[in-house]
T-cell receptor, first 114, second 112 residues
Framework: GDSVTQTEGQVALSEEDFLTIHCNYS??????LFWYVQYPGEGPQLLFR?????EKGSSRGFEATYDKGTTSFHLRKASVQESDSAVYYC?????????????FGKGTLLTVTP | NSKVIQTPRYLVKGQGQKAKMRCIPE?????VFWYQQNKNNEFKFLIN????????QIDMTEKRFSAECPSNSPCSLEIQSSEAGDSALYLC??????????FGPGTRLTVL
Protein backbone atom coordinates (compact mmCIF):
# COMPACT_ATOMS: atom_id res chain seq x y z
CA GLY A 1 0.00 0.00 0.00
CA ASP A 2 0.87 3.68 -0.06
CA SER A 3 3.17 5.08 2.61
CA VAL A 4 4.88 8.32 3.67
CA THR A 5 8.12 8.46 5.62
CA GLN A 6 9.25 11.52 7.54
CA THR A 7 12.81 11.07 8.65
CA GLU A 8 12.79 13.48 11.57
CA GLY A 9 10.50 12.84 14.49
CA GLN A 10 11.58 16.05 16.23
CA VAL A 11 13.48 19.15 15.13
CA ALA A 12 14.71 21.84 17.51
CA LEU A 13 15.85 25.16 16.04
CA SER A 14 16.49 28.74 17.03
CA GLU A 15 14.67 31.66 15.42
CA GLU A 16 16.03 32.57 11.96
CA ASP A 17 17.49 29.08 11.44
CA PHE A 18 16.94 27.21 8.18
CA LEU A 19 14.43 24.36 8.33
CA THR A 20 14.40 21.12 6.37
CA ILE A 21 12.00 18.27 7.09
CA HIS A 22 12.52 15.25 4.87
CA CYS A 23 9.57 13.43 3.33
CA ASN A 24 9.73 10.40 1.05
CA TYR A 25 6.78 8.51 -0.31
CA SER A 26 5.91 5.15 -1.81
CA UNK A 27 2.82 4.94 -3.97
CA UNK A 28 1.52 3.42 -7.15
CA UNK A 29 0.53 5.79 -9.90
CA UNK A 30 0.94 9.54 -9.60
CA UNK A 31 -0.11 10.78 -6.16
CA UNK A 32 -0.82 14.32 -5.10
CA LEU A 33 1.42 15.44 -2.23
CA PHE A 34 0.59 17.74 0.69
CA TRP A 35 2.07 19.40 3.72
CA TYR A 36 -0.16 20.00 6.73
CA VAL A 37 0.60 21.77 10.02
CA GLN A 38 -1.13 21.02 13.31
CA TYR A 39 -1.05 23.32 16.33
CA PRO A 40 -1.98 22.08 19.80
CA GLY A 41 -5.73 21.69 20.24
CA GLU A 42 -6.47 22.14 16.53
CA GLY A 43 -7.00 20.02 13.47
CA PRO A 44 -4.38 19.85 10.71
CA GLN A 45 -4.23 22.93 8.45
CA LEU A 46 -3.34 22.56 4.80
CA LEU A 47 -0.13 24.39 3.96
CA PHE A 48 0.02 23.54 0.25
CA ARG A 49 -0.11 20.77 -2.32
CA UNK A 50 1.73 19.69 -5.47
CA UNK A 51 0.32 17.42 -8.13
CA UNK A 52 3.04 16.86 -10.72
CA UNK A 53 6.76 16.34 -11.02
CA UNK A 54 8.90 19.46 -10.39
CA GLU A 55 5.87 21.46 -9.17
CA LYS A 56 6.66 23.67 -6.20
CA GLY A 57 4.11 24.30 -3.50
CA SER A 58 4.53 27.21 -1.10
CA SER A 59 2.77 29.10 1.66
CA ARG A 60 3.77 31.34 4.60
CA GLY A 61 7.46 31.06 3.64
CA PHE A 62 7.40 27.26 3.54
CA GLU A 63 8.04 25.45 0.27
CA ALA A 64 8.49 21.97 -1.14
CA THR A 65 9.13 20.60 -4.63
CA TYR A 66 7.60 17.39 -5.96
CA ASP A 67 10.43 15.11 -7.08
CA LYS A 68 9.17 11.95 -8.74
CA GLY A 69 12.67 10.67 -9.42
CA THR A 70 13.63 10.55 -5.75
CA THR A 71 10.00 10.17 -4.54
CA SER A 72 10.49 13.11 -2.22
CA PHE A 73 8.68 16.26 -1.10
CA HIS A 74 10.97 17.89 1.46
CA LEU A 75 9.68 20.89 3.42
CA ARG A 76 11.97 23.92 3.69
CA LYS A 77 11.85 27.38 5.22
CA ALA A 78 14.68 29.85 5.12
CA SER A 79 14.09 31.53 8.48
CA VAL A 80 11.83 30.00 11.13
CA GLN A 81 9.98 31.91 13.82
CA GLU A 82 8.82 30.85 17.27
CA SER A 83 5.23 30.87 15.95
CA ASP A 84 6.17 28.07 13.51
CA SER A 85 6.41 25.64 16.42
CA ALA A 86 3.94 22.85 15.62
CA VAL A 87 3.69 19.34 14.22
CA TYR A 88 4.18 19.06 10.45
CA TYR A 89 2.76 16.22 8.40
CA CYS A 90 3.58 15.14 4.88
CA UNK A 91 0.68 13.36 3.19
CA UNK A 92 -0.25 11.84 -0.12
CA UNK A 93 -3.49 11.16 -1.93
CA UNK A 94 -3.93 8.52 -4.56
CA UNK A 95 -7.28 8.99 -6.15
CA UNK A 96 -7.48 5.59 -7.81
CA UNK A 97 -10.94 4.13 -7.30
CA UNK A 98 -12.39 7.50 -6.25
CA UNK A 99 -11.13 6.90 -2.74
CA UNK A 100 -9.54 10.28 -1.93
CA UNK A 101 -8.21 9.15 1.44
CA UNK A 102 -5.08 10.87 2.70
CA UNK A 103 -2.09 8.81 3.83
CA PHE A 104 -0.09 10.73 6.44
CA GLY A 105 3.47 10.45 7.65
CA LYS A 106 4.09 10.15 11.39
CA GLY A 107 4.68 13.86 11.81
CA THR A 108 7.63 16.04 12.80
CA LEU A 109 7.47 18.12 15.94
CA LEU A 110 9.19 21.46 15.29
CA THR A 111 10.22 23.49 18.31
CA VAL A 112 11.63 26.96 17.70
CA THR A 113 13.21 28.87 20.56
CA PRO A 114 13.73 32.64 20.53
CA ASN B 1 -8.68 29.02 8.21
CA SER B 2 -10.99 26.04 8.00
CA LYS B 3 -14.70 26.57 8.54
CA VAL B 4 -15.47 22.98 9.43
CA ILE B 5 -17.39 22.85 12.70
CA GLN B 6 -17.20 19.85 15.00
CA THR B 7 -19.18 19.26 18.17
CA PRO B 8 -18.65 18.47 20.93
CA ARG B 9 -14.97 19.31 21.33
CA TYR B 10 -14.64 16.82 24.20
CA LEU B 11 -16.59 13.63 24.89
CA VAL B 12 -16.18 11.28 27.84
CA LYS B 13 -17.88 7.88 27.81
CA GLY B 14 -17.78 4.66 29.77
CA GLN B 15 -16.98 1.38 28.05
CA GLY B 16 -20.01 0.02 26.23
CA GLN B 17 -21.67 3.42 25.93
CA LYS B 18 -22.63 5.12 22.69
CA ALA B 19 -20.56 8.07 21.55
CA LYS B 20 -21.85 10.46 18.92
CA MET B 21 -20.10 13.40 17.33
CA ARG B 22 -21.17 15.85 14.66
CA CYS B 23 -19.61 17.78 11.83
CA ILE B 24 -20.80 20.66 9.68
CA PRO B 25 -18.66 20.79 6.52
CA GLU B 26 -17.67 23.99 4.79
CA UNK B 27 -20.36 25.39 2.55
CA UNK B 28 -19.97 24.11 -0.98
CA UNK B 29 -17.91 21.08 0.01
CA UNK B 30 -19.74 17.89 -1.03
CA UNK B 31 -17.02 15.46 0.08
CA VAL B 32 -16.71 14.71 3.80
CA PHE B 33 -14.16 12.54 5.58
CA TRP B 34 -13.74 11.12 9.06
CA TYR B 35 -10.28 10.28 10.37
CA GLN B 36 -9.11 9.00 13.73
CA GLN B 37 -5.86 10.42 15.19
CA ASN B 38 -4.44 8.37 18.03
CA LYS B 39 -2.20 9.47 20.88
CA ASN B 40 0.86 8.71 18.73
CA ASN B 41 -0.42 11.21 16.14
CA GLU B 42 -1.13 8.42 13.66
CA PHE B 43 -4.08 9.00 11.34
CA LYS B 44 -6.55 6.33 10.34
CA PHE B 45 -9.12 6.91 7.62
CA LEU B 46 -12.58 5.79 8.70
CA ILE B 47 -15.13 6.74 6.06
CA ASN B 48 -15.92 9.30 3.41
CA UNK B 49 -19.03 10.59 1.70
CA UNK B 50 -19.84 12.43 -1.46
CA UNK B 51 -23.05 14.30 -0.89
CA UNK B 52 -25.00 11.74 1.13
CA UNK B 53 -23.44 8.61 -0.38
CA UNK B 54 -20.67 6.55 1.22
CA UNK B 55 -17.59 6.36 -1.01
CA UNK B 56 -15.52 4.04 1.15
CA GLN B 57 -15.29 2.84 4.72
CA ILE B 58 -12.83 0.58 6.50
CA ASP B 59 -13.78 -2.74 8.04
CA MET B 60 -13.61 -1.40 11.60
CA THR B 61 -16.12 1.23 10.71
CA GLU B 62 -18.56 -1.33 9.38
CA LYS B 63 -18.87 -3.16 12.70
CA ARG B 64 -19.24 -0.73 15.62
CA PHE B 65 -19.06 2.59 13.87
CA SER B 66 -21.82 4.19 11.88
CA ALA B 67 -21.81 7.47 10.02
CA GLU B 68 -24.16 9.49 7.90
CA CYS B 69 -24.31 12.80 6.08
CA PRO B 70 -27.99 13.64 5.55
CA SER B 71 -28.89 16.59 3.37
CA ASN B 72 -29.51 19.82 5.30
CA SER B 73 -28.28 18.30 8.58
CA PRO B 74 -24.88 17.86 10.20
CA CYS B 75 -22.86 14.77 9.38
CA SER B 76 -22.39 12.41 12.29
CA LEU B 77 -20.14 9.60 13.46
CA GLU B 78 -21.42 7.25 16.14
CA ILE B 79 -19.67 4.47 18.00
CA GLN B 80 -22.28 1.98 19.16
CA SER B 81 -20.34 0.42 22.04
CA SER B 82 -17.25 2.37 23.01
CA GLU B 83 -14.02 0.59 23.87
CA ALA B 84 -10.90 1.95 25.57
CA GLY B 85 -9.03 1.66 22.28
CA ASP B 86 -11.46 4.12 20.69
CA SER B 87 -10.02 6.97 22.77
CA ALA B 88 -8.64 9.36 20.17
CA LEU B 89 -9.16 12.63 18.35
CA TYR B 90 -11.84 12.26 15.68
CA LEU B 91 -11.31 14.62 12.81
CA CYS B 92 -13.83 15.64 10.20
CA UNK B 93 -12.59 17.12 6.94
CA UNK B 94 -14.44 18.51 3.96
CA UNK B 95 -13.40 19.12 0.39
CA UNK B 96 -14.73 20.64 -2.79
CA UNK B 97 -13.12 18.01 -5.02
CA UNK B 98 -11.75 15.34 -2.70
CA UNK B 99 -8.15 16.56 -2.97
CA UNK B 100 -7.66 19.58 -0.70
CA UNK B 101 -9.17 18.49 2.59
CA UNK B 102 -9.89 21.05 5.29
CA PHE B 103 -10.09 19.78 8.82
CA GLY B 104 -12.16 20.82 11.78
CA PRO B 105 -10.72 21.06 15.31
CA GLY B 106 -11.78 17.52 16.14
CA THR B 107 -13.72 15.79 18.90
CA ARG B 108 -11.51 14.30 21.59
CA LEU B 109 -13.10 11.10 22.83
CA THR B 110 -12.02 9.58 26.11
CA VAL B 111 -13.38 6.14 26.98
CA LEU B 112 -12.97 5.35 30.65
Amino acid sequence: GDSVTQTEGQVALSEEDFLTIHCNYSASGYPTLFWYVQYPGEGPQLLFRASRDKEKGSSRGFEATYDKGTTSFHLRKASVQESDSAVYYCALLNSGGSNYKLTFGKGTLLTVTP
Amino acid sequence: NSKVIQTPRYLVKGQGQKAKMRCIPEKGHPVVFWYQQNKNNEFKFLINFQNQEVLQQIDMTEKRFSAECPSNSPCSLEIQSSEAGDSALYLCASSRDGYEQYFGPGTRLTVL
